[in-house]
T-cell receptor
Framework: GAVVSQHPSWVICKSGTSVKIECRSLDFQATTMFWYRQFPKQSLMLMATSNEGSKATYEQGVEKDKFLINHASLTLSTLTVTSAHPEDSSFYIC?????????FGPGTRLTVT | RKEVEQDPGPFNVPEGATVAFNCTYSNSASQSFFWYRQDCRKEPKLLMSVYSSGNEDGRFTAQLNRASQYISLLIRDSKLSDSATYLCAADRGNKLVFGAGTILRVKS
């Protein structure tokens, strides 16, 4: 299968700081990547679709000014959680589309204290 | 009603058993369906893609019933290592919509 990496794998930050998460497709180019969030014992919730060279498309209820997405190249998308608060603590997972299938990165566990 | 629904389980089965999960979807325009496996605190890993009536890979068989709008996953000869949460997903245009997952616990 395809390989997607994410960095960092976990991060603890103080309330009010910003955190940047990187998602890379390692062995293929991805014009489209996706960012999900998963709270404990809940399903994956799509936050936004990241499009290379254009603005991301956000799902309803997701604040685009709080969750900044940049897809500057065909192998890299970044998600920045700005002014993080404890309620933003979650498991953030990216995925990249190759052909008709989506492959997930290993996820980033964010804890905001 | 959620767009993709699954029985959350848990399904507790002995090793060697055959177990089946169903997943219903409400968007009749969905064309592609997927089963993912997710271990605790890990990312989902693609298990099978289902584009037509079904797909088989070793002990795993997925079937699609468009008339009734559901997909199923059958696991034969369950192993302890099959214990995980199984997520089904249906495409909605360029995106995937996931069910909440079905927990499988295989016990010796």
């Amino acid at each position: 299968g395809a390989v997607v990496s994410q960095h960092p794998s976990w991060v603890i930050c103080k309330s009010g700081t910003s955190v940047k998460i990187e998602c890379r497709s390692l062995d293929f180019q991805a014009t489209t990547m996706f960012w999900y969030r998963q709270f404990p014992k809940q399903s994956l919730m799509l936050m936004a679709t990241s499009n290379e060279g254009s603005k991301a498309t956000y799902e309803q209820g997701v604040e685009k000014d709080k969750f900044l997405i940049n897809h500057a190249s065909l192998t890299l998308s970044t998600l920045t959680v700005t002014s993080a608060h404890p309620e933003d603590s979650s498991f953030y997972i990216c995925s990249a589309k190759r052909g008709g299938e989506q492959y997930f990165g290993p996820g980033t566990r964010l804890t905001v204290t | 009603r959620k767009e993709v629904e699954q029985d959350p389980g848990p399904f507790n089965v002995p090793e060697g058993a055959t177990v089946a999960f169903n997943c219903t979807y409400s968007n009749s325009a969905s064309q592609s369906f997927f089963w993912y496996r997710q271990d605790c605190r890990k990312e989902p890993k693609l298990l099978m893609s289902v584009y037509s009536s079904g797909n088989e890979d070793g002990r795993f068989t997925a079937q699609l019933n468009r008339a009734s709008q559901y997909i199923s996953l059958l696991i034969r000869d369950s192993k302890l290592s099959d214990s995980a949460t199984y997520l089904c997903a249906a495409d909605r245009g360029n995106k995937l919509v996931f069910g909440a997952g079905t927990i499988l616990r295989v016990k010796s």
